[in-house]
């Protein structure tokens, strides 16, 4: 047997990459932030999650939740408390599952199950990570041009080539450093609620008092939410990141094969987690609450874009919040565009059986690499292309919800499964809100197709 590889406890042998291999995309001085502590600062624990909670408020979430907030008001606000805890325990399951694998959703999905589950799956996420691109790519140049004039698209072509060139220049660690940072350009729209007047008390009773509506434009709409908040890219996503901090430190192995550290893995992920998406779901609430005391207030009820908030912003606001919403757009794109395009690589990677990983260089995972700089520039050839921006935002929002449900009922029965989890399958509490996540992302869409039936 090769000194490269391991046997986990199903007998499956598994590569490993030698350890200067393993530093070849980061520093030998570089920090190994999987270790379960904080020595290195809050910045070493929060990392996946973190990451995934701020991209999900992309560009494309924004308009989503600006529309929410200036058709419906504080309605809906509801449906933030609602969805934390199931997409925290998803995303939580989606860490596990790399952690303890050292493999990613597809990839364990080519491992353990039927080729006819994989692809359809994978094709679905990645349409919608393309359509994704190309919204959130558009919404940075028009961003760009809300602040210093100039050609949206040349802006858009010059940030969707700088996201490429970070993604497959920058080393591992650096890279996810500044993804770090960048999620600091949520509280854009903290700043954005307090130069507004907003009515505290209605927006309480709200919050925690359910409004619904049985038409075919309200079920859209909260189906839009869910698979706004809930997305599969997210999935993917944090589960292939906890295999690349994994494979960044040559001391650490798939749990399932090594088991030592386990607890400590598990605390870190879940702080990790919890954290990333109670300030993705609080960014969210908050940006309802400021188009709907803003736009929704002054009779503005169709907001289609998120450059579109921020220039409404601008004559009821100020230009103070028009500006900072337009900043918040461009710097969530910057943190999104490689997120969706990283997710996209991954899982058709993966399914293929490529090398893969931001650990690796260019010439050592050129399909993988190929994968991100091909998928976004599809993304932009969508902006020149003068696809309906808004049409393809919306509605890939609904097939991410639509899409949602079948892939977290994969999901579960996988961490449920002792074949892919050895030892760790899922606790009960990840069981409990995983399943109640599922049902409720599958009855979304159900009551979505009952209400276009009788439409």
Not at 154 to 160: D, E, K, R, S
Not at 325 to 347: D, N
Not at 377 to 392: E, H, N, Q, S, T
Not at 414 to 432: D, H, S
Request: net charge positive.
């Amino acid at each position: 047997m090769s000194k490269n590889t391991v046997t986990d406890k199903t007998g499956r042998f598994s590569e490993r990459k030698p350890k200067a291999q393993a530093l070849s995309r980061r520093g030998p001085n570089s920090p190994t932030p999987d270790k379960g502590d904080t020595k290195h600062g809050i910045l070493s624990t929060l990392g996946p999650g973190l990451i995934a909670g701020a991209a999900d408020d992309d560009p494309s979430g924004i308009a989503t939740y600006s529309q929410i907030g200036a058709q419906y008001g504080y309605s809906m606000l509801w449906s933030m408390v609602l969805t934390y805890p199931l997409m925290a325990a998803i995303q939580e399951i989606s860490a596990q599952i790399g952690r303890v694998t050292g493999h990613g959703i597809a990839g364990n999905l080519r491992r353990f199950y039927s080729p006819w589950l994989l692809y359809p799956i994978v094709g679905i996420m990645v349409v919608a990570n393309i359509i994704n691109l190309g919204a959130d790519i558009g919404a940075m140049g028009d961003a760009a041009h809300l602040l210093i004039n100039g050609p949206s698209l040349l802006y858009a072509a010059l940030f969707a080539t700088l996201c490429v060139i970070l993604e497959i220049v920058s080393p591992y660690d650096k890279y996810a450093r500044y993804l770090k940072w960048l999620c600091l350009t949520l509280f854009a729209y903290v700043a954005t609620v307090f130069v507004i007047h907003v009515p505290w008390k209605t927006v309480l009773i709200s919050t925690f008092v359910p409004s619904l509506h049985l038409n075919v434009t309200f079920a859209t709409s909260l189906v839009a939410v869910l698979g706004t908040t809930i997305s599969p890219y997210l999935f993917f996503w944090q589960a292939e990141e906890e295999v690349e901090l994994e494979r960044a430190n040559p001391k650490e192995f798939p749990l399932k094969s090594r088991p030592a550290g386990a607890k400590a893995q598990f605390h870190r992920i879940r702080v990790d987690t919890y954290s990333g998406m109670a300030i993705s779901n609080l960014i969210a609430y908050l940006i309802i609450v400021s188009t709907a005391a803003s736009l929704h207030a002054h009779g503005i009820t169709n907001i289609q874009s998120s450059t579109q908030a921020a220039e409404a912003l601008r004559p009821i606001a100020g230009r103070f919040a028009s500006t900072v919403f337009a900043v918040g757009i461009i710097g969530t794109g910057m943190l999104a565009v490689p997120v969706f395009a990283g997710s996209a690589a991954y899982a058709i990677g993966e399914s293929l059986k490529w090398p893969v990983g931001l650990n690796r260089s260019p010439l050592q995972a050129r399909g993988f690499y190929t994968v991100i700089a091909l998928s976004t520039v599809l993304g932009l050839c969508l902006c020149f292309l003068k696809v309906d921006p808004i049409k393809a935002l919306f509605w890939s929002a609904v097939l991410n919800g639509v899409a949602a449900g079948p892939i977290m009922l994969v999901m579960m029965l996988m961490g449920a499964n002792k074949r892919v989890m050895g030892q760790f399958t899922l606790p009960f509490y990840l069981k409990a809100l995983g399943w109640a996540g599922t049902c409720a992302m599958l009855a979304a869409a159900i009551a979505l197709f009952a209400t276009w039936g009788k439409s």
